[in-house]
């Protein structure tokens, strides 16, 4: 896979300086450049040989030697994810594979692909360029947009509705029933049964082995965008806003909102039914068991504004010392009785 440089600072959105024919082959890091590749700075230090006929994409504003190949991006970090992209590499695959159990109900677009041993079920919906891999469990009534790629092993229930361009990695269970239970007369655990869906929304990516319930009634709601990490759970009746992002660990109980543009860090817990406003990020291990509204960084259990708890831990360091000052007050205090 080979592109010139003047192709490569069109897709970073960049500003070359330098050779417009050249051709790169590979992305690597700034330490392993040589011939034909390209790597990205994220800091002003350039390295100090840098090969004729190789490519550096570097932040604006920094005096790149006049010999040396360059392309100048605002952020850096973007234009590294663009450069990620371009340079993904999957096999071009289409069909239905021999081994896989498809419902003769089930409308499959003919350029989509279902792997080995994978089942589609009833009724099942699944748009163009879709990519079902191997033991895939897509069960009845299940929709799937277009270019969707569903990674191994993964459990769609049904009545799941799935958009275009999603991304559901290994081992991921979506539309399981929710944590509900009731204690009833004989003093014994009577289930709630689960009878709504899960909606995910376009361009929604799902690390491994996270759990997404089905509503008890109505949607759980993944909004589009948002893009979620391995080993998360997410409850019945759940709604997560636009462009939002979640890290490994997490766990938001039954029927929270949660809203858009917020990062939710790994293992933060929230509890159930509780709402968060738009722009809000949760710091790791945080636990919030009420409502966040105001937009801002909240840590600790339970959650405060970011300023607040680094105030009380600050506090928290001293209080051994400041034990041992009470202690002195209050046997001098006794001693003048």
Same mark, same amino acid.
């Given at each position: 896979m080979k592109f010139t440089a003047s192709y490569i600072a069109e897709a970073v959105k960049g500003r070359l300086k &330098?050779?417009? @024919?050249?051709?790169?082959?590979?992305?690597?890091?700034? +330490?392993?450049?040589?011939?034909?590749?390209?790597?990205?700075?994220?800091?002003?230090?350039?390295?100090? /040989?840098?090969?004729?006929?190789?490519? =550096? $994409? $570097?932040? /604006?504003? #920094?005096s790149v030697p006049s010999e040396v190949n360059a392309v100048e991006v605002k952020n850096p970090k973007l234009a590294f994810a663009r450069l990620t992209k371009l340079f993904f590499q999957q096999k071009d695959l289409k069909g239905v594979h021999q081994t896989a159990v498809v419902s003769p109900s089930a409308q499959i677009e003919e350029d989509s692909f279902i792997g080995a041993y994978s089942i589609i079920g009833e009724n099942v919906v699944i748009g163009r360029g879709v990519r079902i891999l191997e033991h895939v469990v897509?069960?009845?009534?299940?929709?799937? &947009?277009?270019?969707? *790629?569903?990674?191994?092993?993964? $459990? =769609?229930?049904?009545?799941?509705?799935?958009?275009?361009?999603? =991304?559901?990695? @290994?081992?991921?269970?979506?539309?399981?029933?929710?944590? &509900?239970?009731?204690?009833? /007369?004989?003093?014994?655990?009577?289930?709630?049964?689960?009878?709504?869906?899960?909606?995910?929304?376009?361009?929604?990516?799902?690390?491994?082995?996270?759990?997404?319930? +089905?509503?008890?009634?109505?949607?759980?709601? =993944?909004?589009?965008? $948002?893009?979620?990490?391995?080993?998360?759970? #997410?409850?019945?009746?759940? +709604?997560?806003? +636009?462009?939002?992002?979640?890290a490994s660990q997490a766990g938001i109980a039954g029927s929270s909102q949660i809203g858009q543009y917020c990062m939710i860090g790994g293992q933060v817990g929230i509890?159930?039914?509780?709402? #968060? &406003?738009?722009?809000?990020?949760?710091?790791?291990?945080?636990? *919030?068991?009420?409502?966040?509204?105001k937009p801002g960084v909240y840590l600790g259990t339970p959650a405060l504004e970011l300023h607040r708890t680094l105030r009380i831990w600050s506090i928290l360091q001293k209080l051994p010392e400041l034990y041992k000052k009470l202690l002195r007050f209050l046997d001098g205090q006794n001693q003048q009785k």
């Open positions: &330098g050779d417009a @024919s050249l051709e790169v082959e590979r992305l690597v890091d700034p +330490r392993q450049l040589e011939s034909h590749t390209v790597a990205v700075l994220f800091t002003k230090d350039i390295p100090k /040989e840098i090969p004729a006929d190789a490519l =550096i $994409v $570097v932040p /604006e504003g #920094i897509v069960m009845d009534g299940v929709e799937i &947009g277009d270019n969707t *790629v569903i990674y191994p092993n993964t $459990v =769609i229930y049904p009545n799941v509705k799935i958009g275009k361009n999603c =991304i559901i990695h @290994s081992g991921c269970v979506i539309g399981s029933d929710g944590f &509900g239970f009731v204690l009833n /007369e004989e003093g014994t655990q009577e289930k709630i049964y689960h009878l709504g869906k899960v909606v995910i929304k376009d361009n929604v990516e799902i690390g491994a082995n996270t759990t997404i319930d +089905r509503a008890v009634l109505g949607e759980t709601i =993944i909004d589009t965008d $948002v893009k979620i990490d391995n080993l998360v759970q #997410i409850a019945h009746n759940v +709604r997560v806003g +636009r462009s939002t992002v979640i509890a159930d039914h509780i709402t #968060i &406003g738009d722009k809000v990020a949760l710091g790791a291990q945080s636990g *919030v068991n009420k409502n966040i509204t």
